[in-house]
């Protein structure tokens, strides 16, 4: 894929209503679970994202079909549980930890071997967390020392854990979850701080019998899953780009519709508060089985806080953005309890660190967090490391810089959230491709 940079200037005031495209946790989740029903299940709102739509690949490669009757639908032919075909090829995950943790817990479970490919920074992600856990139920997996590409050997008996996390993840508990589908037994896990619940909530609505409370899910193999139509909500993870943007530009005003506020999703809203930020959610609803809202977001000033540890979870991959609008508070910024941001698709602190600091802003790394002093941003060149959330929240700085940020290597942009620049632009950023 080429290399692509982008120039972020001053913009604003920002005003509109904007679509902002579906969540990629559920619609990872609709897709695997849709493949292995009986029936047909149609997906709205489907993410057209480069990391769903690799993990569409990956299920057509296994025998799956799935339909595209209109952009953001899939229509998909389960298979039933025991209906997937091993591929002689490589399955490719592309940039996407879910995609590539989820499916190693599907395959653990079935009677052909696989291998699990990914991108170069998805090649550097650790993997032991789920190859660990899925050893103890029976599952035999080779890593390249922990990392991928993962080969997933076939027709091993699987039987059931009480897993306790060491770390909260909701991508190492779903991939526990779907191993346990072919598992003997009651498969537990046990979270030392509640994650998104997407895959037991899913789960539930496909007919497999599950009981989860926060920090706590439990399911037994050997029954079936019926084919059902979900609708994706909106990502609150690509909506937080503009909550923040529309926080820090004077005059902004956006409605954001339909948005996923499934709470452990929604940690950057309450941390955005604590910091002044003027975010109401309207007309609250359910919508396949998930609380959605319209969020309606006017410039408020924001000023430093301390953040609640216990937001952490429940906000992990808004730190890129929230690292903006503590950058442009007045005051200081204190984070911890935050040290999964290393493992993400770059080390979040470090680059948002390194980024910030070309930019004027003095900003302190921590193992676990960082310390940030608010003021101007200036302008400068930062690096993405083609991280999609790093090269959006750097696109959401330049708005309120004091000249023009290039932010370097943007091609992943479209993994979470493809349309960005022409939403942004659309509202009132100027986003522009460098020269
Ligand atoms: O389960 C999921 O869909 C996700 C869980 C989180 O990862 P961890 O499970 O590693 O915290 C998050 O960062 C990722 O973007 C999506
Ligand atoms: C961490 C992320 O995704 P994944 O783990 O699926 O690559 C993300 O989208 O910020």
Redesign the pocket.
């Known amino acids: 894929m080429n290399r692509l940079d982008w120039c972020s200037r001053a913009g604003g005031p920002l005003r509109g209503s904007l679509r902002i495209p579906g969540d990629?946790?559920v619609s990872?989740r609709a897709l695997m679970l849709a493949a292995i029903a009986e029936g047909d299940s149609r997906i709205r709102g489907f993410l057209e994202g480069e990391d769903t739509r690799a993990t569409a690949a990956v299920l057509a490669q296994l025998g799956v079909r799935v339909e595209t009757p209109a952009v953001g639908e899939r229509v998909v032919h389960g298979v039933g549980l025991h209906g997937l075909r091993g591929s002689p090829q490589e399955l490719d995950c592309g940039n996407a930890?879910?995609g590539m943790r989820l499916l190693t817990g599907l395959l653990a479970g079935q009677t052909f071997d696989s291998i699990l490919v990914g991108d170069a920074s998805l090649s550097k992600r650790p993997m032991r967390r789920v190859t660990e856990p899925l050893a103890q139920m029976g599952a035999h997996i080779d890593s390249r020392e922990g990392l991928p590409p993962l080969h997933v050997h076939g027709g091993k008996a699987l039987h059931g854990i009480r897993y306790e996390l060491p770390v909260?993840?909701?991508?190492?508990k779903?991939a526990l979850l779907l191993a346990g589908l072919y598992a003997a037994g009651d498969t537990e896990i046990i979270e030392p701080h509640p994650?998104?619940d997407y895959t037991e909530r899913m789960l539930a609505a496909f007919g497999w019998p599950i009981t989860f409370s926060p920090g706590r899910a439990r399911l037994a193999g050997g029954y079936a899953l019926r084919a059902t139509d979900v609708d994706v909500p909106a990502d609150f993870s690509s909506a937080a780009f503009f909550l923040v943007a529309a926080s820090i530009v004077p005059g902004s005003e956006l409605r954001l519709p339909a948005v996923g506020l499934n709470p452990r999703r929604t940690g950057l809203l309450q941390a955005l508060r604590l910091m002044g930020a003027d975010i109401v959610v309207e007309h609250p609803r359910e919508s396949g089985g998930e609380p959605v809202g319209d969020l309606l977001v006017r410039h408020a000033p924001l000023h430093g806080i301390d953040l609640p540890e216990a937001l952490v979870p429940d906000m992990?991959?808004e730190f890129p953005v929230l690292f903006i609008a503590a950058a442009v508070a007045s005051g200081r910024t204190r984070v911890c309890g935050a040290a999964?941001l290393r493992v993400?698709e770059s080390d979040r602190i470090t680059t948002m660190a390194a980024g910030l600091r070309m930019l004027g802003t003095a900003i302190e790394e921590t193992p676990d967090g960082a310390v940030i002093q608010g003021g101007a941003i200036g302008a400068g060149t930062v690096e993405s490391l083609t991280d999609h959330r790093i090269a959006m929240s750097f696109a959401v700085a330049g708005l309120v810089a004091t000249g023009p940020v290039r932010i370097n290597d943007c091609r992943h942009v479209a993994t979470s959230f493809p349309g960005f620049p022409e939403l942004a632009n659309g509202c009132g950023f100027a986003l522009q491709v460098a020269d």
Not at 168 to 172: I, P
């Open positions: 990629k946790s990872h930890g879910t909260a993840s909701a991508q190492v779903s994650t998104r992990i991959d999964e993400k």
